[in-house]
């Protein structure tokens, strides 16, 4: 079966230390992987999708078909980015339906 | 732009009634999808709609039911109501591409069942 794995549910870092979410998943064919954020008080939003293989606000993500993973990394955490962070799949076949991590808690210490 | 609205915010119902939740999408986006958030599972996926038709169904009984009408609103009926069922209930649209397109999500409905 499909799923999405993050197996952080809290992660707490301090501002200017580096930042990896991690996202795992089971999936055998080509699949698009997301990763949604959600700010305090505000909706969950596109944060990037590994198919753009942009940087947003200083984060990047890398497609890992080898070992199913998806990590979201940060250089250097600002406190602007905590916030709730979830790892999404969409598997490109039948079953076509966004399956969504469990998500991780950021939480950028001064 | 007016981003997703959905209504009511909140609602409270009795065990064995029904609800019908109401999104409204980003003017020009025809998809519509609606998720269930819990505590315990997650976000999952309920179904997307495009041009008035389902075109993908994630795995909930047949008491989950949705429409979608020709001005791209869309509703959600819940039959039976089960004590399961609170959650909070989000709607998302996007352009035509639908699950591949960035999701655009309302503030959702909070559903308690009682």
């Known amino acids: 079966a499909q799923r999405v794995t993050q197996p952080e549910k809290l992660l707490s870092v301090f501002k200017g230390a580096p930042v990896e979410l991690k996202c795992n998943y089971s999936?055998?064919?080509?699949?698009?992987l997301f990763w949604y954020v959600q700010y305090s008080r505000q909706r969950l939003q596109l944060l990037l999708r590994h198919i753009s293989r942009e940087s947003i606000k200083g984060f990047t993500a890398d497609l890992n078909k080898g070992e199913t993973s998806f990590h979201l990394k940060k250089p250097f955490a600002q406190e602007e980015d905590s916030a709730m962070y979830y790892c999404a799949l969409l598997p490109m076949d039948s079953n076509y339906q966004l399956i969504w991590g469990a998500g991780t808690k950021l939480i950028i210490k001064p | 732009k007016a981003g997703v609205t959905q209504t009511p915010r909140y609602l409270i119902k009795t065990r064995g009634q029904q609800v019908t939740l109401s999104c409204s999408p980003i003017?020009?986006?025809?998809?519509v999808s609606w998720y269930q958030q819990t505590p315990g599972q997650g976000l999952q996926f309920l179904f997307e709609?495009?041009?008035?038709?389902?075109?993908n169904k994630g795995n909930f009984p047949g008491r989950f039911s949705g429409r979608q009408f020709s001005n791209s609103r869309s509703e959600m009926n819940v039959s039976t109501l089960e004590l399961g069922d609170s959650a909070l209930y989000l709607c998302a649209s996007s352009l035509g591409g639908g699950l591949r397109d960035e999701q655009y999500f309302g503030p959702g409905t909070r559903l308690t069942v009682t």
């Open positions: 709609y495009f041009s008035e038709t389902q075109r």
């Open positions: 003017s020009g986006h025809r998809s």
């Open positions: 999936y055998s064919g080509s699949p698009e």
